[in-house]
Structure formats: C-alpha cells, structure tokens
C-alpha cells in the first residue's frame, strides 16, 4: 500500500511538473468545478512552482527528508518529500511542486488563510461549484468529506478533506484518469 501511494505521489508530480497545468486528456467540463491558478498557490509565503530552497528559507531545515527515485528518468530523476511534522512539501527538479497539510501550522495565503482547521462553511462559500461536486465517503466513522478545486484546466487539483464540519487536510493530487472501485 506504501509502494502505491508512493507511485501515485510521484505520478502526481512528474504530471504537474512537466504538463504545466495544460492537460493532455482534458476529461473535466470547465464549469464543473471551481478553478485556480497553480502558480498562484501561496502556502505560508511559499509559491508553487518556485525553488525549493523558499521551504528551507521560511521554515528552516525539515524534520527529515525522503528521496524517491522515479521511474521514467525522462521526465525526473527523483522526487524529495520535505516533512514538517505531518505536514509535506514535495519537490521535483528543484522545484516546489504540491503539498500534503495535516495540521493548522501552514495556511493558504492566497485563498485567505484557509487551513486545517477552519469550518467546511469557509470551503463551501469560497468553492460553491466543487462544493456541489464533493465527495463524501460514508463508509468511515465519522463521514468524510472531499472537495476538489481544479488547477486552471488541468487533471490536477487542490483536494480539500473534510471531517466534522472541519478541514482535517488540505493537498495537491493529479486525477490518474481511473476510476476507483
């Protein structure tokens, strides 16, 4: 399960990274899903898309690093995972390029400090079309909420997890183009 969340991750990024955000299968409709722009993402005055050396300048050096070989040496060598706690930032080819956010310690700036933490009413006024597309998974305790916004016109999006009526994650993920069952 490790190996294929692992896969997934590094399939995400090499997608991120290299498309631009211009998607080469476009499977959405434009006026599904709420949008932003990737390049905008400012998680705690860190851009994605920038140098790597901004995480290590905002927040010092991480708890650990992890180094993942990818294997399509075209596209990238390898992929490093920067953990601050249980919160990631993840880097491919010097570059920021997703996150994965469990606690309240970074916010999303450029979408008026949204964080871990914050009510789904937040969520649900500045996304009503994701809102209206979101996924809930009744088949854990406490149900579970997932509202995802588009980046521009591409198959990746910032996926948003809620649980209790409160933000519990907040991450970048590329839709593989495979259902789930």
Avoid: C
Avoid at 73 to 99: C, I, L, P, W
């Amino acid at each position: 399960m490790k190996s294929l969340s692992i896969t997934i991750l590094l399939a995400l990024f090499i997608s991120i990274t290299l498309s631009s955000f211009k998607s080469l299968n476009n499977n959405f409709d434009d006026e599904d899903y709420d949008t932003l722009n990737y390049h905008s993402m400012n998680i705690s005055g860190v851009k994605l898309g920038t140098n790597y050396g901004i995480i290590l300048e905002k927040f010092g050096s991480p708890d650990s690093v992890r180094k993942e070989e990818t294997p399509d040496a075209q596209n990238a060598n390898h992929f490093e995972m920067y953990r601050y706690g249980k919160d990631a930032f993840y880097v491919m080819d010097d570059n920021v390029s997703g996150f994965e956010l469990e606690t309240a310690r970074f916010s999303l700036e450029n979408l008026g400090g949204l964080k871990v933490g914050d009510p789904m009413s937040k969520v649900k006024k500045r996304f009503p079309k994701s809102y209206k597309l979101r996924d809930v998974d009744n088949t854990e305790e406490d149900w579970v909420t997932i509202i995802s916004v588009q980046f521009g016109t591409s198959d990746s999006f910032l996926e948003i997890t809620v649980q209790n009526d409160k933000i519990v994650g907040l991450a970048t993920v590329t839709d593989d183009g495979t259902d789930e069952q």
